[in-house]
């Protein structure tokens, strides 16, 4: 399953890519800010997804727990790199 999302957050990041790169419409901050947010958080949606259908459309404890759990990760390791990397340079 895992690997199945895998495959599918790639192919939908490089069509985002694709996208951005060959359609003049979009501009290229807003690309980047909403469709590679988006791109990004792919695999977190699809295993919301494949478990809410997959449990007759009842949620499980799955969805919710890796929303948070990537959203934690975002906030406090991200960020503690960002800030390691301010307090190196002089």
């Known amino acids: 399953m895992f690997l199945g999302v895998s495959i599918i ?5 490089a069509s985002i890519e694709t996208t951005t790169t060959t359609i003049r419409i979009w501009n290229e901050t807003v690309s980047n800010l909403t469709l590679m947010a988006l791109g990004s958080s ?9 478990e809410v ?17 990537s959203a934690a ?18």
């Open 42 to 50: 792919a695999p977190e949606i699809l295993l919301s997804l494949i």
């Open 53 to 69: 259908c997959g449990h007759g459309f009842i949620a499980g404890d799955l969805g919710p727990s890796t929303i948070v759990g």
């Open 9 to 13: 957050a790639d192919r939908f990041m």
């Open 73 to 90: 990760f975002n906030m406090f390791i991200i960020i503690a790199i960002c800030n390691t990397g301010l307090c190196c340079n002089p």
